[in-house]
Protein backbone atom coordinates (compact mmCIF):
# COMPACT_ATOMS: atom_id res chain seq x y z
CA UNK A 1 0.00 0.00 0.00
CA UNK A 2 1.14 3.52 -1.19
CA UNK A 3 2.52 5.53 1.98
CA UNK A 4 2.83 9.25 2.43
CA UNK A 5 5.05 11.20 5.25
CA UNK A 6 5.68 14.59 6.08
CA UNK A 7 7.90 15.43 8.90
CA UNK A 8 7.82 12.23 10.08
CA UNK A 9 4.09 11.75 10.24
CA UNK A 10 1.93 9.70 8.06
CA UNK A 11 -0.44 11.77 6.10
CA UNK A 12 -3.90 10.45 6.04
CA UNK A 13 -5.90 11.80 3.22
CA UNK A 14 -9.86 12.22 2.93
CA UNK A 15 -11.62 9.87 0.44
CA UNK A 16 -8.94 7.87 -2.01
CA UNK A 17 -5.15 8.71 -1.57
CA UNK A 18 -3.85 9.95 -5.16
CA UNK A 19 -1.74 7.68 -7.45
CA UNK A 20 -0.23 10.44 -9.13
CA UNK A 21 3.06 11.97 -7.35
CA UNK A 22 2.55 15.44 -8.71
CA UNK A 23 -1.01 15.59 -7.53
CA UNK A 24 -0.05 14.40 -3.71
CA UNK A 25 3.06 17.06 -4.52
CA UNK A 26 -0.21 19.74 -5.04
CA UNK A 27 -2.27 18.53 -2.76
CA UNK A 28 0.94 18.75 0.03
CA UNK A 29 2.16 22.35 -1.08
CA UNK A 30 -1.21 23.79 -1.06
CA UNK A 31 -1.61 22.38 3.44
CA UNK A 32 1.37 23.32 3.98
CA UNK A 33 1.32 26.58 2.78
CA UNK A 34 -2.06 27.07 5.11
CA UNK A 35 0.84 27.06 7.71
CA UNK A 36 3.44 29.27 6.08
CA UNK A 37 5.27 26.51 5.20
CA UNK A 38 6.81 24.84 1.62
CA UNK A 39 8.55 21.47 0.97
CA UNK A 40 12.23 21.33 2.16
CA UNK A 41 13.00 18.35 0.61
CA UNK A 42 11.23 15.31 -1.05
CA UNK A 43 12.11 11.66 -1.75
CA UNK A 44 10.25 9.71 -3.89
CA UNK A 45 10.69 5.75 -3.03
CA UNK A 46 14.25 5.89 -1.45
CA UNK A 47 15.26 8.47 -4.08
CA UNK A 48 15.68 12.26 -4.77
CA UNK A 49 13.38 13.64 -8.13
CA UNK A 50 16.37 13.82 -10.63
CA UNK A 51 16.57 17.70 -11.80
CA UNK A 52 13.01 17.99 -10.00
CA UNK A 53 11.87 15.74 -11.95
CA UNK A 54 8.57 13.88 -10.17
CA UNK A 55 7.91 10.20 -11.36
CA UNK A 56 4.50 9.48 -12.32
CA UNK A 57 3.75 7.00 -9.26
CA UNK A 58 5.07 6.07 -6.02
CA UNK A 59 5.28 3.66 -3.79
CA UNK A 60 6.60 5.87 -0.62
CA UNK A 61 7.23 9.57 -0.96
CA UNK A 62 8.52 11.36 1.86
CA UNK A 63 8.63 15.39 2.60
CA UNK A 64 10.29 17.42 5.22
CA UNK A 65 8.99 20.80 5.70
CA UNK A 66 10.38 24.29 6.53
CA UNK A 67 8.86 27.35 7.43
CA UNK A 68 8.73 30.85 5.36
CA UNK A 69 10.82 32.39 7.82
CA UNK A 70 13.30 29.87 8.28
CA UNK A 71 13.63 29.44 4.25
CA UNK A 72 14.12 32.74 3.71
CA UNK A 73 17.07 32.58 6.60
CA UNK A 74 18.46 30.12 4.99
CA UNK A 75 18.92 31.89 1.78
CA UNK A 76 20.17 35.49 3.12
CA UNK A 77 22.50 33.52 5.11
CA UNK A 78 23.73 31.32 1.93
CA UNK A 79 23.26 34.35 -0.09
CA UNK A 80 25.26 36.72 1.70
CA UNK A 81 28.03 33.73 2.40
CA UNK A 82 28.02 33.35 -1.38
CA UNK A 83 28.45 37.33 -1.93
CA UNK A 84 31.89 37.25 0.68
CA UNK A 85 34.41 38.41 -2.23
CA UNK A 86 31.90 40.42 -4.17
CA UNK A 87 32.56 43.92 -2.98
CA UNK A 88 36.34 43.94 -3.61
CA UNK A 89 35.53 42.21 -6.75
CA UNK A 90 33.38 45.21 -7.26
CA UNK A 91 35.81 47.60 -6.46
CA UNK A 92 38.43 46.21 -8.19
CA UNK A 93 36.35 46.33 -11.49
CA UNK A 94 35.58 49.67 -11.04
CA UNK A 95 39.47 50.93 -10.81
CA UNK A 96 39.69 48.67 -13.93
CA UNK A 97 37.25 50.48 -16.00
CA UNK A 98 38.85 53.69 -16.44
CA UNK A 99 42.46 51.81 -16.73
CA UNK A 100 42.10 49.49 -19.18
CA UNK A 101 41.64 49.80 -22.33
CA UNK A 102 37.16 49.47 -23.18
CA UNK A 103 37.74 46.15 -25.49
CA UNK A 104 39.54 44.59 -22.17
CA UNK A 105 36.39 45.86 -19.98
CA UNK A 106 33.93 44.76 -22.38
CA UNK A 107 35.52 41.52 -22.60
CA UNK A 108 35.29 40.95 -18.69
CA UNK A 109 31.18 42.08 -19.09
CA UNK A 110 29.51 38.73 -18.77
CA UNK A 111 32.39 37.86 -15.83
CA UNK A 112 30.82 40.86 -13.94
CA UNK A 113 27.07 39.93 -14.60
CA UNK A 114 28.21 36.50 -13.42
CA UNK A 115 29.08 38.57 -9.67
CA UNK A 116 26.05 40.61 -9.22
CA UNK A 117 24.19 37.74 -10.19
CA UNK A 118 23.60 36.05 -7.13
CA UNK A 119 22.89 39.74 -5.68
CA UNK A 120 19.95 40.19 -7.99
CA UNK A 121 18.74 36.69 -7.26
CA UNK A 122 18.80 37.17 -3.58
CA UNK A 123 16.63 40.83 -3.62
CA UNK A 124 14.67 38.80 -6.19
CA UNK A 125 13.70 35.73 -3.71
CA UNK A 126 13.32 37.69 -1.07
CA UNK A 127 10.62 40.56 -1.87
CA UNK A 128 7.58 37.91 -1.89
CA UNK A 129 8.49 36.99 1.79
CA UNK A 130 8.94 41.42 1.91
CA UNK A 131 4.96 41.39 0.42
CA UNK A 132 3.41 38.83 1.97
CA UNK A 133 4.57 39.21 5.38
CA UNK A 134 5.42 43.37 5.96
CA UNK A 135 8.37 42.65 8.37
CA UNK A 136 9.31 46.02 9.34
CA UNK A 137 12.50 46.64 6.69
CA UNK A 138 9.74 45.52 3.74
CA UNK A 139 10.07 49.41 2.61
CA UNK A 140 13.65 49.38 2.93
CA UNK A 141 14.20 46.00 1.13
CA UNK A 142 11.87 47.33 -1.86
CA UNK A 143 13.58 50.58 -2.20
CA UNK A 144 16.87 48.51 -2.64
CA UNK A 145 15.58 46.49 -4.85
CA UNK A 146 14.19 49.08 -7.22
CA UNK A 147 17.32 50.66 -6.73
CA UNK A 148 19.07 47.67 -7.78
CA UNK A 149 16.76 47.13 -10.98
CA UNK A 150 17.36 50.71 -12.11
CA UNK A 151 21.26 50.70 -11.45
CA UNK A 152 21.53 47.15 -13.41
CA UNK A 153 20.11 48.57 -16.14
CA UNK A 154 22.07 51.33 -16.61
CA UNK A 155 25.15 49.39 -16.22
CA UNK A 156 23.50 47.21 -19.16
CA UNK A 157 23.06 50.29 -21.06
CA UNK A 158 26.17 51.93 -20.76
CA UNK A 159 28.30 48.65 -21.59
CA UNK A 160 25.85 48.47 -24.96
CA UNK A 161 26.77 51.97 -25.61
CA UNK A 162 30.46 51.12 -25.20
CA UNK A 163 30.70 54.00 -22.24
CA UNK A 164 33.54 53.82 -19.87
CA UNK A 165 32.22 56.76 -18.29
CA UNK A 166 28.94 56.58 -17.55
CA UNK A 167 29.88 52.84 -16.31
CA UNK A 168 32.14 54.14 -14.42
CA UNK A 169 29.47 56.68 -12.62
CA UNK A 170 27.30 54.21 -12.49
CA UNK A 171 29.47 51.54 -10.23
CA UNK A 172 30.91 54.21 -8.06
CA UNK A 173 27.98 56.48 -7.23
CA UNK A 174 24.93 54.37 -7.36
CA UNK A 175 25.92 50.37 -7.41
CA UNK A 176 28.63 49.96 -5.13
CA UNK A 177 27.04 51.97 -2.20
CA UNK A 178 23.85 50.26 -3.02
CA UNK A 179 25.48 46.63 -2.55
CA UNK A 180 27.27 47.62 0.42
CA UNK A 181 23.79 49.12 1.83
CA UNK A 182 21.43 46.41 0.92
CA UNK A 183 24.58 43.50 2.64
CA UNK A 184 24.51 45.83 5.93
CA UNK A 185 20.40 45.72 5.59
CA UNK A 186 20.80 42.38 5.75
CA UNK A 187 23.41 41.65 8.39
CA UNK A 188 21.88 44.28 10.99
CA UNK A 189 18.21 43.77 10.33
CA UNK A 190 16.90 40.83 7.76
CA UNK A 191 18.98 38.32 9.05
CA UNK A 192 18.50 39.23 13.01
CA UNK A 193 14.60 39.69 12.35
CA UNK A 194 14.26 35.90 10.66
CA UNK A 195 16.45 34.05 13.29
CA UNK A 196 13.92 35.24 16.19
CA UNK A 197 11.29 34.24 14.04
CA UNK A 198 12.66 31.26 13.85
CA UNK A 199 13.97 30.64 17.40
CA UNK A 200 10.35 31.50 18.22
CA UNK A 201 8.73 28.49 16.54
CA UNK A 202 11.21 25.95 17.92
Do not use: C
Not at 103 to 116: A, L, P, Q, T, Y
Not at 176 to 199: A, D, G, H, M, R
Request: proline share 5%.
Amino acid sequence: MSQVIVDDEEVIFEGEMPKETSRVYQLLMEALSEQAKVIYTIEVDGKSPDGGELPEAYEKIVITSITHDELTMKLSIQSLNQMSDTGKHLDAYLKNVLSLPWSEVFKRMNEFIEKIQPFAELLDSIVPYATAYSPPWADDLQSVSKEQSRSLENILKSFEQGNPATLSDELAVVFLPLYNKTTSLFQKEIIPFLKKKVEAQE
